[in-house]
């Protein structure tokens, strides 16, 4: 579900995460 992405993607260093803020909210990320 979302939230364990959301906590996956957190805690994972190599990942570079940003909010975009349409609608609810949309998580663009990428590895670094």
Do not use: H, S, W
Not at 4 to 32: H, S, W
């Amino acid at each position: 579900n979302i939230k364990e992405f959301n906590e996956y993607v957190a805690n994972d260093k190599r990942v570079e995460q940003i909010i975009v803020p349409l609608g609810d909210g949309m998580t663009v990320c990428r590895i670094l």
